[in-house]
Protein backbone atom coordinates (compact mmCIF):
# COMPACT_ATOMS: atom_id res chain seq x y z
CA UNK A 1 0.00 0.00 0.00
CA UNK A 2 1.56 3.10 -0.89
CA UNK A 3 0.89 6.74 -1.50
CA UNK A 4 1.24 9.08 -4.42
CA UNK A 5 4.26 10.45 -4.92
CA UNK A 6 5.07 14.92 -4.15
CA UNK A 7 6.50 16.63 -7.07
CA UNK A 8 8.62 18.25 -4.48
CA UNK A 9 10.09 17.31 -0.66
CA UNK A 10 8.80 19.46 1.46
CA UNK A 11 8.28 19.98 5.78
CA UNK A 12 6.03 22.03 7.05
CA UNK A 13 6.75 23.56 10.36
CA UNK A 14 4.50 24.00 13.74
CA UNK A 15 3.90 27.97 12.32
CA UNK A 16 2.84 26.64 8.16
CA UNK A 17 0.21 24.35 9.85
CA UNK A 18 -1.02 25.77 13.29
CA UNK A 19 -1.14 29.76 12.63
CA UNK A 20 -4.06 31.12 12.60
CA UNK A 21 -5.92 30.75 8.84
CA UNK A 22 -5.33 33.66 6.58
CA UNK A 23 -8.75 33.77 6.08
CA UNK A 24 -12.02 32.25 7.67
CA UNK A 25 -15.56 32.15 7.85
CA UNK A 26 -16.94 34.50 5.49
CA UNK A 27 -20.30 36.02 5.84
CA UNK A 28 -22.37 38.35 3.79
CA UNK A 29 -24.20 40.98 5.16
CA UNK A 30 -27.90 41.31 5.20
CA UNK A 31 -27.91 43.59 2.49
CA UNK A 32 -25.53 41.92 0.16
CA UNK A 33 -23.05 44.73 0.19
CA UNK A 34 -20.20 43.52 2.21
CA UNK A 35 -18.74 40.85 3.17
CA UNK A 36 -17.54 39.89 6.77
CA UNK A 37 -14.33 37.54 7.91
CA UNK A 38 -11.60 36.33 9.98
CA UNK A 39 -8.28 36.97 9.61
CA UNK A 40 -5.04 37.89 11.26
CA UNK A 41 -4.53 41.41 12.73
CA UNK A 42 -2.15 41.69 15.55
CA UNK A 43 -1.46 38.22 16.29
CA UNK A 44 -4.86 37.40 16.77
CA UNK A 45 -8.05 36.69 14.49
CA UNK A 46 -9.71 39.31 13.98
CA UNK A 47 -13.13 40.57 12.20
CA UNK A 48 -12.51 42.35 8.75
CA UNK A 49 -15.10 43.47 6.33
CA UNK A 50 -14.76 44.48 2.65
CA UNK A 51 -17.22 45.08 -0.19
CA UNK A 52 -18.56 42.22 -1.78
CA UNK A 53 -16.15 43.04 -5.34
CA UNK A 54 -12.94 44.50 -3.12
CA UNK A 55 -9.93 42.40 -2.34
CA UNK A 56 -8.32 42.02 1.29
CA UNK A 57 -6.13 44.70 0.29
CA UNK A 58 -8.61 47.04 0.73
CA UNK A 59 -10.17 45.55 3.55
CA UNK A 60 -10.80 47.39 6.81
CA UNK A 61 -9.77 45.15 9.99
CA UNK A 62 -12.77 46.49 12.68
CA UNK A 63 -12.16 44.35 15.40
CA UNK A 64 -8.93 44.77 17.62
CA UNK A 65 -8.52 41.77 20.17
CA UNK A 66 -4.87 41.44 20.80
CA UNK A 67 -5.45 38.86 23.80
CA UNK A 68 -7.43 36.49 22.34
CA UNK A 69 -8.68 35.98 18.58
CA UNK A 70 -12.29 35.42 17.76
CA UNK A 71 -14.06 32.78 16.74
CA UNK A 72 -17.81 33.81 16.61
CA UNK A 73 -19.21 37.09 14.98
CA UNK A 74 -22.25 37.49 13.34
CA UNK A 75 -24.32 40.58 11.79
CA UNK A 76 -27.17 42.60 12.97
CA UNK A 77 -30.11 43.24 10.72
CA UNK A 78 -29.07 46.30 10.43
CA UNK A 79 -25.58 46.42 8.55
CA UNK A 80 -23.89 49.31 11.12
CA UNK A 81 -23.29 46.82 13.64
CA UNK A 82 -21.44 43.43 13.61
CA UNK A 83 -21.55 41.50 16.70
CA UNK A 84 -19.01 38.98 18.13
CA UNK A 85 -18.62 36.39 21.40
CA UNK A 86 -15.22 36.40 23.47
CA UNK A 87 -14.70 35.18 26.45
CA UNK A 88 -11.41 36.28 28.56
CA UNK A 89 -7.85 33.41 28.48
CA UNK A 90 -10.33 30.83 27.49
CA UNK A 91 -12.74 30.71 30.74
CA UNK A 92 -15.95 30.34 28.77
CA UNK A 93 -17.85 32.80 30.40
CA UNK A 94 -18.44 34.72 26.76
CA UNK A 95 -20.10 38.27 26.43
CA UNK A 96 -21.71 39.45 23.40
CA UNK A 97 -19.94 43.07 22.21
CA UNK A 98 -20.82 45.24 19.47
CA UNK A 99 -18.54 46.68 16.71
CA UNK A 100 -19.92 50.18 14.88
CA UNK A 101 -18.92 49.83 11.32
CA UNK A 102 -19.37 54.01 11.04
CA UNK A 103 -16.60 54.13 13.69
CA UNK A 104 -14.61 50.83 13.84
CA UNK A 105 -11.61 52.27 15.64
CA UNK A 106 -13.90 53.01 18.60
CA UNK A 107 -13.27 50.38 21.42
CA UNK A 108 -16.38 47.43 21.06
CA UNK A 109 -18.95 47.88 23.64
CA UNK A 110 -20.19 44.69 26.02
CA UNK A 111 -23.52 44.02 25.39
CA UNK A 112 -23.48 41.94 28.28
CA UNK A 113 -21.79 42.48 31.57
CA UNK A 114 -22.16 39.57 33.37
CA UNK A 115 -20.39 38.36 36.44
CA UNK A 116 -17.86 36.29 36.68
CA UNK A 117 -19.75 32.30 36.41
CA UNK A 118 -22.68 33.93 34.07
CA UNK A 119 -22.65 33.66 30.49
CA UNK A 120 -24.12 34.60 26.88
CA UNK A 121 -25.00 30.53 26.13
CA UNK A 122 -26.50 31.65 22.62
CA UNK A 123 -27.44 34.83 21.08
CA UNK A 124 -29.17 35.60 17.56
CA UNK A 125 -31.04 38.18 15.48
CA UNK A 126 -34.54 38.61 16.14
CA UNK A 127 -36.29 39.49 13.59
CA UNK A 128 -39.64 40.15 14.36
CA UNK A 129 -38.06 43.16 16.68
CA UNK A 130 -35.48 44.64 14.15
CA UNK A 131 -32.34 46.00 16.18
CA UNK A 132 -32.38 43.76 18.94
CA UNK A 133 -30.61 40.19 19.58
CA UNK A 134 -32.21 37.25 21.65
CA UNK A 135 -29.45 35.84 24.35
CA UNK A 136 -29.96 33.07 25.91
CA UNK A 137 -27.55 33.99 29.85
CA UNK A 138 -27.59 32.90 33.32
CA UNK A 139 -28.00 35.71 34.97
CA UNK A 140 -29.17 33.58 37.80
CA UNK A 141 -26.67 31.10 37.82
CA UNK A 142 -28.61 27.79 37.95
CA UNK A 143 -31.05 29.34 35.31
CA UNK A 144 -30.67 29.98 31.41
CA UNK A 145 -33.36 32.83 30.63
CA UNK A 146 -33.60 34.60 27.63
CA UNK A 147 -33.17 38.56 27.02
CA UNK A 148 -33.48 40.55 24.66
CA UNK A 149 -30.70 43.33 23.67
CA UNK A 150 -31.29 46.62 21.90
CA UNK A 151 -27.89 46.88 19.99
CA UNK A 152 -27.95 50.16 19.44
CA UNK A 153 -28.76 51.40 22.90
CA UNK A 154 -27.67 48.38 24.78
CA UNK A 155 -30.90 47.94 26.72
CA UNK A 156 -31.61 44.53 28.15
CA UNK A 157 -34.73 43.71 28.88
CA UNK A 158 -36.13 39.63 30.03
CA UNK A 159 -37.70 38.29 27.69
CA UNK A 160 -39.21 34.76 28.50
CA UNK A 161 -37.61 33.53 32.17
CA UNK A 162 -37.09 29.64 32.96
CA UNK A 163 -39.51 28.31 35.30
CA UNK A 164 -37.40 25.77 36.27
CA UNK A 165 -33.81 24.05 35.60
CA UNK A 166 -33.89 21.90 32.11
CA UNK A 167 -36.99 23.32 31.21
CA UNK A 168 -36.67 25.14 27.65
CA UNK A 169 -39.32 27.21 25.30
CA UNK A 170 -38.88 27.47 21.69
CA UNK A 171 -39.94 30.63 20.50
CA UNK A 172 -41.71 31.08 16.74
CA UNK A 173 -40.63 33.92 13.62
CA UNK A 174 -42.26 36.53 16.56
CA UNK A 175 -40.57 35.59 19.41
CA UNK A 176 -43.62 34.01 20.87
CA UNK A 177 -43.00 30.91 22.65
CA UNK A 178 -44.76 28.17 20.55
CA UNK A 179 -43.46 24.75 22.33
CA UNK A 180 -41.50 23.48 25.62
CA UNK A 181 -39.29 20.99 26.07
CA UNK A 182 -38.48 19.05 29.67
CA UNK A 183 -35.56 17.35 30.52
CA UNK A 184 -36.59 14.47 32.61
CA UNK A 185 -34.90 12.95 35.21
CA UNK A 186 -34.47 9.78 33.16
CA UNK A 187 -32.95 12.17 30.42
CA UNK A 188 -34.86 11.86 28.05
CA UNK A 189 -36.90 15.36 26.80
CA UNK A 190 -40.96 15.85 27.03
CA UNK A 191 -42.26 18.42 24.56
CA UNK A 192 -45.48 19.92 24.83
CA UNK A 193 -47.11 22.66 22.13
CA UNK A 194 -48.10 25.89 23.90
CA UNK A 195 -51.40 27.72 23.64
CA UNK A 196 -50.78 31.44 22.30
CA UNK A 197 -54.20 32.48 24.45
CA UNK A 198 -54.13 30.69 27.43
CA UNK A 199 -50.39 29.58 27.97
CA UNK A 200 -51.15 25.66 28.80
CA UNK A 201 -49.08 23.23 27.60
CA UNK A 202 -50.26 20.07 25.95
CA UNK A 203 -47.76 17.18 26.07
CA UNK A 204 -46.85 16.23 22.36
CA UNK A 205 -44.10 13.56 22.58
CA UNK A 206 -41.14 12.18 24.63
CA UNK A 207 -37.70 11.83 22.61
CA UNK A 208 -34.19 11.41 22.92
CA UNK A 209 -32.30 9.46 26.42
CA UNK A 210 -29.29 7.73 26.32
CA UNK A 211 -29.53 7.26 22.77
CA UNK A 212 -28.89 11.07 22.23
CA UNK A 213 -26.31 11.67 24.54
CA UNK A 214 -26.22 15.47 24.13
CA UNK A 215 -30.14 15.49 24.32
CA UNK A 216 -32.51 16.13 21.35
CA UNK A 217 -29.87 18.09 19.87
CA UNK A 218 -32.17 19.34 17.27
CA UNK A 219 -35.06 21.54 18.12
CA UNK A 220 -36.57 24.49 16.76
CA UNK A 221 -39.81 25.76 16.33
CA UNK A 222 -41.09 26.12 12.14
CA UNK A 223 -41.55 29.96 11.61
CA UNK A 224 -44.67 30.01 11.78
CA UNK A 225 -45.02 28.47 15.34
CA UNK A 226 -47.27 25.05 13.93
CA UNK A 227 -44.99 22.35 13.69
CA UNK A 228 -42.22 21.13 15.54
CA UNK A 229 -38.79 20.50 14.38
CA UNK A 230 -36.42 17.74 16.23
CA UNK A 231 -33.48 15.40 15.45
CA UNK A 232 -35.15 11.57 16.15
CA UNK A 233 -34.54 8.61 15.79
CA UNK A 234 -37.40 6.23 14.35
CA UNK A 235 -37.41 2.59 13.10
CA UNK A 236 -34.18 2.64 11.84
CA UNK A 237 -30.83 3.09 13.01
CA UNK A 238 -30.30 6.32 11.47
CA UNK A 239 -30.63 9.85 13.10
CA UNK A 240 -33.25 11.81 11.09
CA UNK A 241 -34.89 15.31 10.56
CA UNK A 242 -38.43 15.30 11.65
CA UNK A 243 -41.32 17.65 12.13
CA UNK A 244 -44.12 17.45 14.31
CA UNK A 245 -47.52 18.72 13.84
CA UNK A 246 -48.48 20.71 16.99
CA UNK A 247 -52.46 20.29 16.38
CA UNK A 248 -52.00 16.42 15.53
CA UNK A 249 -48.75 15.55 16.76
CA UNK A 250 -48.05 13.56 13.61
CA UNK A 251 -44.56 12.91 12.39
CA UNK A 252 -43.35 13.52 8.79
CA UNK A 253 -39.54 12.77 7.99
CA UNK A 254 -37.82 16.10 6.44
CA UNK A 255 -34.58 14.77 5.90
CA UNK A 256 -33.49 11.49 5.90
CA UNK A 257 -30.44 9.83 3.90
CA UNK A 258 -30.43 5.83 4.31
CA UNK A 259 -27.12 4.46 6.07
CA UNK A 260 -26.62 8.35 7.17
CA UNK A 261 -27.52 10.17 10.30
CA UNK A 262 -28.10 13.30 10.44
CA UNK A 263 -24.84 15.84 11.37
CA UNK A 264 -25.16 17.05 15.17
CA UNK A 265 -21.88 18.63 15.31
CA UNK A 266 -22.50 22.11 14.63
CA UNK A 267 -25.54 22.08 17.09
CA UNK A 268 -22.70 21.59 19.42
CA UNK A 269 -20.51 24.93 18.45
CA UNK A 270 -22.94 26.98 16.65
CA UNK A 271 -20.47 29.61 14.11
CA UNK A 272 -17.53 27.48 14.98
CA UNK A 273 -18.34 23.96 13.16
CA UNK A 274 -20.24 23.80 9.82
CA UNK A 275 -23.96 24.04 10.63
CA UNK A 276 -26.38 21.18 10.96
CA UNK A 277 -29.26 23.02 9.19
CA UNK A 278 -28.92 25.81 6.47
CA UNK A 279 -31.44 28.37 7.53
CA UNK A 280 -33.18 30.97 5.42
CA UNK A 281 -31.74 34.22 6.06
CA UNK A 282 -35.06 35.96 5.56
CA UNK A 283 -37.67 33.32 5.96
CA UNK A 284 -36.44 31.31 8.72
CA UNK A 285 -37.50 27.98 7.13
CA UNK A 286 -34.38 25.23 6.54
CA UNK A 287 -33.18 24.98 3.14
CA UNK A 288 -31.22 21.96 3.69
CA UNK A 289 -29.05 19.22 6.21
CA UNK A 290 -26.06 17.81 7.03
CA UNK A 291 -25.42 14.15 7.36
CA UNK A 292 -22.80 11.54 8.52
CA UNK A 293 -20.52 9.70 6.30
CA UNK A 294 -16.99 8.37 4.72
CA UNK A 295 -17.38 12.47 2.90
CA UNK A 296 -20.48 14.52 4.63
CA UNK A 297 -23.30 14.78 2.51
CA UNK A 298 -25.90 17.74 2.34
CA UNK A 299 -29.42 16.71 1.69
CA UNK A 300 -32.13 19.62 0.38
CA UNK A 301 -34.98 20.18 2.24
CA UNK A 302 -36.43 23.23 0.39
CA UNK A 303 -37.21 22.14 -3.33
CA UNK A 304 -36.73 25.93 -3.60
CA UNK A 305 -32.84 25.46 -3.22
CA UNK A 306 -31.81 23.07 -5.08
CA UNK A 307 -31.04 24.84 -8.38
CA UNK A 308 -28.48 27.12 -5.89
CA UNK A 309 -27.49 24.19 -3.97
CA UNK A 310 -26.72 22.05 -7.24
CA UNK A 311 -24.43 25.84 -8.50
CA UNK A 312 -22.75 26.02 -5.38
CA UNK A 313 -22.04 21.81 -5.94
CA UNK A 314 -20.27 22.51 -9.35
CA UNK A 315 -17.46 25.20 -7.99
CA UNK A 316 -15.77 22.53 -5.50
CA UNK A 317 -15.15 18.97 -5.55
CA UNK A 318 -15.11 19.75 -1.48
CA UNK A 319 -18.20 19.40 0.41
CA UNK A 320 -20.44 22.60 1.80
CA UNK A 321 -18.75 23.97 5.62
CA UNK A 322 -21.00 27.01 5.74
CA UNK A 323 -23.34 29.25 4.04
CA UNK A 324 -25.14 32.86 4.09
CA UNK A 325 -26.71 34.60 1.62
CA UNK A 326 -28.66 38.67 1.44
CA UNK A 327 -32.35 38.38 2.56
CA UNK A 328 -32.90 38.61 -1.22
CA UNK A 329 -31.58 35.23 -1.57
CA UNK A 330 -29.34 36.15 -4.44
CA UNK A 331 -26.12 36.30 -3.72
CA UNK A 332 -24.15 33.55 -1.68
CA UNK A 333 -20.98 33.12 -0.02
CA UNK A 334 -20.05 29.55 0.91
CA UNK A 335 -16.71 27.49 2.38
CA UNK A 336 -16.48 24.08 1.29
CA UNK A 337 -15.09 21.34 3.71
CA UNK A 338 -11.45 19.74 2.08
CA UNK A 339 -8.68 17.66 3.23
CA UNK A 340 -6.10 19.77 1.05
CA UNK A 341 -7.63 22.54 0.10
CA UNK A 342 -10.44 24.31 2.25
CA UNK A 343 -11.73 27.36 0.28
CA UNK A 344 -14.69 30.09 0.00
CA UNK A 345 -16.62 31.06 -3.25
CA UNK A 346 -19.45 33.86 -3.81
CA UNK A 347 -21.94 32.81 -6.06
CA UNK A 348 -24.52 34.95 -7.95
CA UNK A 349 -27.72 33.75 -8.47
CA UNK A 350 -29.48 36.28 -10.82
CA UNK A 351 -26.53 36.34 -13.34
CA UNK A 352 -24.80 32.83 -12.50
CA UNK A 353 -21.30 34.31 -12.03
CA UNK A 354 -19.29 33.21 -9.07
CA UNK A 355 -15.52 33.57 -8.01
CA UNK A 356 -13.59 32.31 -5.91
CA UNK A 357 -13.03 34.55 -2.60
CA UNK A 358 -9.92 32.49 -0.56
CA UNK A 359 -8.36 29.65 0.84
CA UNK A 360 -7.78 29.50 4.33
CA UNK A 361 -4.33 28.51 3.92
CA UNK A 362 -3.01 29.85 0.57
CA UNK A 363 0.95 29.09 1.65
CA UNK A 364 0.27 25.45 1.85
CA UNK A 365 0.53 23.74 -1.36
CA UNK A 366 -2.11 20.80 -1.90
CA UNK A 367 0.01 18.74 -3.62
CA UNK A 368 2.44 18.84 -0.57
CA UNK A 369 -0.71 17.35 1.57
CA UNK A 370 -2.03 14.02 2.41
CA UNK A 371 -5.23 12.94 1.60
CA UNK A 372 -7.56 11.51 4.53
CA UNK A 373 -8.90 8.07 3.26
CA UNK A 374 -12.21 6.48 5.20
CA UNK A 375 -11.14 3.07 5.94
CA UNK A 376 -13.83 0.89 8.15
CA UNK A 377 -12.26 -1.19 10.93
CA UNK A 378 -14.13 -4.13 12.39
CA UNK A 379 -13.91 -4.05 16.67
CA UNK A 380 -13.74 -7.24 18.28
CA UNK A 381 -17.55 -7.43 18.86
CA UNK A 382 -18.20 -6.73 14.89
CA UNK A 383 -18.82 -3.53 15.69
CA UNK A 384 -17.93 -1.08 12.50
CA UNK A 385 -15.84 1.88 13.32
CA UNK A 386 -15.82 4.17 10.43
CA UNK A 387 -12.06 5.73 10.55
CA UNK A 388 -10.10 7.81 8.84
CA UNK A 389 -6.39 7.47 7.85
CA UNK A 390 -3.85 9.74 6.82
CA UNK A 391 -0.47 8.85 4.87
CA UNK A 392 2.90 10.52 4.92
CA UNK A 393 3.19 11.84 1.36
CA UNK A 394 5.56 9.88 -0.95
CA UNK A 395 6.08 7.22 1.54
CA UNK A 396 5.92 3.39 1.85
CA UNK A 397 3.07 2.76 3.97
CA UNK A 398 5.65 -0.09 5.17
CA UNK A 399 5.16 -0.44 9.17
CA UNK A 400 5.35 3.34 10.04
CA UNK A 401 5.41 4.85 13.28
CA UNK A 402 1.63 4.97 14.07
CA UNK A 403 -0.38 8.65 15.48
CA UNK A 404 -3.88 7.43 17.06
CA UNK A 405 -5.52 10.32 17.51
CA UNK A 406 -8.65 10.28 19.48
CA UNK A 407 -11.74 12.72 19.43
CA UNK A 408 -13.12 14.81 22.35
CA UNK A 409 -16.40 14.22 23.38
CA UNK A 410 -16.84 11.47 23.90
CA UNK A 411 -20.13 12.58 21.99
CA UNK A 412 -18.15 13.82 19.08
CA UNK A 413 -17.37 12.12 15.92
CA UNK A 414 -14.58 12.86 13.23
CA UNK A 415 -15.25 13.43 10.03
CA UNK A 416 -13.03 13.96 6.44
CA UNK A 417 -12.09 17.88 5.92
CA UNK A 418 -9.01 19.46 6.67
CA UNK A 419 -6.88 18.54 9.77
CA UNK A 420 -3.48 20.56 10.69
CA UNK A 421 -3.29 17.34 13.04
CA UNK A 422 -3.14 14.77 10.80
CA UNK A 423 -1.17 16.80 8.13
CA UNK A 424 1.27 17.73 10.68
CA UNK A 425 1.82 14.18 11.93
CA UNK A 426 2.05 12.31 8.56
CA UNK A 427 4.56 15.44 7.17
CA UNK A 428 6.81 13.75 9.74
CA UNK A 429 6.57 10.57 8.61
CA UNK A 430 3.52 8.73 10.64
CA UNK A 431 0.91 6.79 9.65
CA UNK A 432 -2.25 9.06 11.13
CA UNK A 433 -5.49 7.03 12.57
CA UNK A 434 -8.78 8.78 13.86
CA UNK A 435 -11.08 6.37 14.96
CA UNK A 436 -14.69 6.71 15.65
CA UNK A 437 -15.10 4.47 18.41
CA UNK A 438 -18.03 3.35 20.18
CA UNK A 439 -20.13 6.00 21.29
CA UNK A 440 -18.97 8.76 19.13
CA UNK A 441 -22.25 10.37 17.43
CA UNK A 442 -22.89 10.07 13.61
CA UNK A 443 -22.46 6.36 13.12
CA UNK A 444 -26.24 5.57 14.56
CA UNK A 445 -27.97 4.74 17.48
CA UNK A 446 -26.33 0.93 17.87
CA UNK A 447 -23.28 2.64 17.56
CA UNK A 448 -23.63 4.94 20.53
CA UNK A 449 -25.37 3.37 22.88
CA UNK A 450 -22.79 0.74 22.40
CA UNK A 451 -20.45 2.93 24.73
CA UNK A 452 -22.89 2.89 28.15
CA UNK A 453 -20.36 1.70 30.90
CA UNK A 454 -17.91 1.29 28.34
CA UNK A 455 -15.65 4.05 29.42
CA UNK A 456 -11.91 2.18 30.25
CA UNK A 457 -13.93 -0.72 28.48
CA UNK A 458 -15.17 -1.57 25.22
CA UNK A 459 -14.33 2.11 23.90
CA UNK A 460 -10.48 1.44 25.07
CA UNK A 461 -10.48 -1.69 23.39
CA UNK A 462 -11.89 -0.16 20.09
CA UNK A 463 -9.09 2.05 20.03
CA UNK A 464 -6.67 -1.17 20.44
CA UNK A 465 -8.36 -3.09 17.42
CA UNK A 466 -7.89 -0.08 15.11
CA UNK A 467 -3.78 -0.42 16.40
CA UNK A 468 -4.26 -4.10 15.43
CA UNK A 469 -5.86 -3.18 12.06
CA UNK A 470 -3.07 -0.87 10.86
CA UNK A 471 -0.55 -3.40 12.44
CA UNK A 472 -2.39 -6.50 10.32
CA UNK A 473 -2.03 -4.46 7.26
CA UNK A 474 1.62 -3.97 7.91
CA UNK A 475 1.07 -0.25 7.95
CA UNK A 476 2.30 -0.10 11.64
CA UNK A 477 5.22 -0.75 13.37
CA UNK A 478 3.41 -2.04 16.60
CA UNK A 479 7.09 -1.01 18.47
CA UNK A 480 6.14 2.91 17.68
CA UNK A 481 2.85 3.43 18.49
CA UNK A 482 1.65 6.87 20.25
CA UNK A 483 -1.61 8.34 20.96
CA UNK A 484 -2.55 11.59 21.68
CA UNK A 485 -6.40 13.56 22.13
CA UNK A 486 -7.77 16.57 24.06
CA UNK A 487 -10.44 16.73 26.56
CA UNK A 488 -12.16 13.03 26.12
CA UNK A 489 -9.36 12.37 23.63
CA UNK A 490 -7.11 13.23 26.55
CA UNK A 491 -8.79 10.59 28.90
CA UNK A 492 -8.07 8.17 26.51
CA UNK A 493 -4.30 8.61 26.15
CA UNK A 494 -3.92 8.49 30.02
CA UNK A 495 -6.18 5.49 29.44
CA UNK A 496 -3.96 3.90 27.12
CA UNK A 497 -1.02 5.13 29.36
CA UNK A 498 -2.41 3.66 32.78
CA UNK A 499 -4.21 0.44 31.77
CA UNK A 500 -2.48 -0.60 28.56
CA UNK A 501 1.11 0.60 28.77
CA UNK A 502 2.38 -1.91 26.91
CA UNK A 503 0.77 -1.07 23.75
CA UNK A 504 1.92 2.18 23.63
CA UNK A 505 5.49 4.08 22.94
CA UNK A 506 4.15 7.79 23.75
CA UNK A 507 0.88 9.30 24.80
CA UNK A 508 0.28 12.82 24.33
CA UNK A 509 -3.01 13.88 26.74
CA UNK A 510 -4.26 17.80 26.03
CA UNK A 511 -6.49 19.24 28.99
CA UNK A 512 -7.79 15.12 29.45
CA UNK A 513 -10.15 13.62 32.57
CA UNK A 514 -8.07 11.76 34.76
CA UNK A 515 -10.69 11.28 37.71
CA UNK A 516 -14.20 10.87 36.33
CA UNK A 517 -16.01 11.33 39.80
CA UNK A 518 -14.14 14.93 40.41
CA UNK A 519 -14.70 15.68 37.07
CA UNK A 520 -18.45 15.59 37.20
CA UNK A 521 -18.27 16.78 40.90
CA UNK A 522 -17.15 20.15 39.49
CA UNK A 523 -19.48 20.76 36.58
CA UNK A 524 -21.08 24.10 36.93
CA UNK A 525 -24.83 24.27 38.44
CA UNK A 526 -26.48 25.50 35.28
CA UNK A 527 -25.55 22.13 33.64
CA UNK A 528 -26.93 19.47 36.13
CA UNK A 529 -30.23 18.66 34.23
CA UNK A 530 -28.83 17.86 30.99
CA UNK A 531 -26.01 15.23 32.27
CA UNK A 532 -28.71 12.78 33.18
CA UNK A 533 -28.54 11.48 29.14
CA UNK A 534 -24.62 11.31 29.07
CA UNK A 535 -22.38 11.31 32.02
CA UNK A 536 -24.92 9.98 34.29
CA UNK A 537 -25.93 7.29 31.79
CA UNK A 538 -22.61 5.91 30.60
CA UNK A 539 -20.14 6.35 33.13
CA UNK A 540 -21.92 6.49 36.32
CA UNK A 541 -23.23 9.27 39.98
CA UNK A 542 -21.09 10.04 42.12
CA UNK A 543 -23.30 10.15 44.51
CA UNK A 544 -24.12 7.07 43.75
CA UNK A 545 -21.01 5.24 46.30
CA UNK A 546 -21.11 1.54 44.05
CA UNK A 547 -20.99 3.91 40.95
CA UNK A 548 -18.49 6.36 42.30
CA UNK A 549 -16.31 3.02 43.17
CA UNK A 550 -17.02 2.13 38.98
CA UNK A 551 -15.72 5.33 37.99
CA UNK A 552 -12.85 6.13 40.31
CA UNK A 553 -11.68 2.20 38.85
CA UNK A 554 -12.68 3.59 35.00
CA UNK A 555 -10.49 6.79 36.03
CA UNK A 556 -6.48 6.80 35.26
CA UNK A 557 -5.98 8.39 38.19
CA UNK A 558 -6.84 5.44 40.01
CA UNK A 559 -3.92 3.42 38.24
CA UNK A 560 -0.87 6.26 37.94
CA UNK A 561 1.67 3.82 39.26
CA UNK A 562 1.27 1.75 36.88
CA UNK A 563 2.05 4.28 34.13
CA UNK A 564 4.99 3.55 32.12
CA UNK A 565 4.48 5.76 29.07
CA UNK A 566 6.58 8.87 28.39
CA UNK A 567 3.78 11.47 28.23
CA UNK A 568 3.48 14.85 27.25
CA UNK A 569 0.31 16.85 29.30
CA UNK A 570 -1.23 20.18 28.22
CA UNK A 571 -3.41 22.30 30.45
CA UNK A 572 -4.88 25.67 30.36
CA UNK A 573 -5.32 27.35 33.43
CA UNK A 574 -8.00 28.53 33.08
CA UNK A 575 -10.14 25.82 31.75
CA UNK A 576 -13.95 25.31 32.88
CA UNK A 577 -14.10 21.84 31.95
CA UNK A 578 -11.57 19.80 33.41
CA UNK A 579 -9.84 21.27 36.27
CA UNK A 580 -6.04 21.21 36.00
CA UNK A 581 -5.23 19.80 39.35
CA UNK A 582 -5.97 16.15 37.66
CA UNK A 583 -3.39 17.22 35.23
CA UNK A 584 -0.97 18.22 38.09
CA UNK A 585 -1.99 14.97 40.14
CA UNK A 586 -0.63 12.86 37.08
CA UNK A 587 2.74 14.91 36.57
CA UNK A 588 3.56 14.88 40.05
CA UNK A 589 3.21 11.01 40.39
CA UNK A 590 5.34 10.09 37.43
CA UNK A 591 7.44 12.93 38.45
CA UNK A 592 7.93 11.06 42.06
CA UNK A 593 8.83 8.07 40.46
CA UNK A 594 10.97 8.97 37.75
CA UNK A 595 8.76 8.43 35.18
CA UNK A 596 8.92 10.51 31.83
CA UNK A 597 6.59 13.92 32.10
CA UNK A 598 6.76 16.95 30.02
CA UNK A 599 3.86 19.54 31.27
CA UNK A 600 2.77 22.43 28.99
CA UNK A 601 0.54 24.95 31.10
CA UNK A 602 -0.65 28.01 29.73
CA UNK A 603 -1.60 30.38 31.82
CA UNK A 604 -4.16 32.64 29.36
CA UNK A 605 -5.77 29.27 27.79
CA UNK A 606 -9.21 27.26 28.51
CA UNK A 607 -10.11 24.04 27.76
CA UNK A 608 -7.35 23.70 24.56
CA UNK A 609 -5.06 26.10 23.08
CA UNK A 610 -6.35 29.17 20.97
CA UNK A 611 -3.56 31.28 20.72
CA UNK A 612 -1.52 30.43 17.53
CA UNK A 613 1.74 30.63 19.58
CA UNK A 614 0.54 28.34 22.66
CA UNK A 615 -0.21 26.34 19.79
CA UNK A 616 3.03 26.84 18.14
CA UNK A 617 4.78 25.82 20.97
CA UNK A 618 2.62 22.63 22.25
CA UNK A 619 2.84 20.92 18.72
CA UNK A 620 6.51 21.54 18.73
CA UNK A 621 6.47 19.82 21.76
CA UNK A 622 4.39 17.35 20.13
CA UNK A 623 6.56 16.75 17.35
CA UNK A 624 10.10 16.04 19.28
CA UNK A 625 8.06 13.79 21.67
CA UNK A 626 7.16 11.49 19.29
CA UNK A 627 10.54 11.90 17.80
CA UNK A 628 12.37 10.82 20.74
CA UNK A 629 9.54 7.89 21.61
CA UNK A 630 8.45 6.68 18.36
CA UNK A 631 11.73 6.67 16.14
Known amino acids: MTVRAASVSHRFEAEDLFCDPTFSHPVISPDGTTLAYLA ?19 ARCVTHDSRRGILTFFWCDDPRWLLYLQDTDGNEDWHLFRVDLEHPEAPPYDLT ?9 FAEPMPSRPGTVLATMNQRPTRLD ?23 LLLDRDGE ?26 PLLRAGGAEQPMGVEVQRSTPDGMGLVLSLYLEDDDLQL ?41 TGEILAARFTGHRPHIEVVDPGFAAVHTA ?14 DTSGTRWVATFLHDREPEAWLYDHATGRSRRLFRSYPHLDPAHLAPMEPVRILARDGLALHSYLTLPVGVTARKLPLALVVHGGPWAHDSWGFS ?39 MHTDILDAVDWAVDR ?55 PYIASNWLAYVGDPDNPAQEADMLARSPISRVDAITTPLLIAHGANDARVRREESDRIVTSMRDRGIPVEYLLADDEGHGFGNPENEIRLQRAIAAHFAQHLT
Open 420 to 458: AQAQFLADRGHAVLQVNFRGSTGCGRRHTLAARGEFAGA
Open 312 to 325: LSALSDGVLGSLSS
Open 40 to 58: PAGGRRNVWVRGIGQEHEE
Open 242 to 282: VRIDRETAEVTVLAAVPGRSLDIMGMLAPGVLPPTLFIDRA
Open 146 to 168: MFLVDVSTGEISLLHEQAEAGVD
Open 474 to 528: GIADPDRVGIIGGSYGGYAALVGAAFTPERFSAAVDLVGIADLSSFLRSLPPVSR
Open 177 to 202: PAFVSRVTEDGSTEFSAIDAVTGQQR
Open 113 to 121: PLEPGSRVF
